[in-house]
C-alpha cells in the first residue's frame, strides 16, 4: 500500500517538474506563447519590446526614453494607433482602433480635397475670363467662372466635411485631452506627417 502512495505524490510532482522550463546555462527562458522572449521585458502592441539586456549609454538617450513613456502616457487609448495597418482596415467603426482608422482616412481625405483647393484657386487667379476684352463678361465667360468658382466651393466643403469627420473620431477615440503634442504623436504613429 505504501508504494501506491508514493506514486501518488510523486506522479504529479514528477509531471510538474517536467511542464516547467529548465536552462542549464543559468538564464532564463520564455514560457511557450511568450513571443518577444525578453527576460524582465515589456512588450507593446507593434511588437516591439525592450529588456533590461541594455544599458543608456549617455543621459540623452534615458531622457529621450522617459519622454517616450510620457509620450504614450499622455496618449492614453489613442495608444492604439500603434495597430497594424491590416488591424486598422478591418476594425469596426465603433472601437478605438477604428475611430483611428476614420481619423486616419479623414485627414488623409481633408488634405487631398486642400490639394484640389489650392490647384482650382491657382488656376482660377491664373485664369483670364474675360478674354475677348470687353468690358464684362460674356454668358459663356460668366459660366466658365461660375463653374470654376463651384469647384472652388466644393473643394471648400470638402475639407471641412473631412476635418470635422478626422476631429470628432479622433475625439471619440481620445480618453485624455488632445494637444498639439498628442495630435503629433498620434499622426507619426498613423504615417500622417
Partial sequence: MRPLKLMIIAMPLALALVALPAAFDGAATAWAGNANGHANGHSNASGNGNGNASSHADIGTEVASNSHGATASSLGSLNAAHASPT?????????????????RDSTLAARTAQDAYDALAANIAATNYDADGIVGLSVLEQAAMDADQQLLAD??????????AADTALADAANKPITDDVIDAVNELLGLN
Fill in 155 to 164: 473643394a471648400a466643403a470638402a475639407i471641412a466635411t473631412n476635418q470635422a
Fill in 87 to 103: 488591424a486598422l482596415a478591418n476594425a469596426s467603426p465603433n472601437s478605438t482602433v477604428g475611430k483611428l482608422a476614420i481619423y
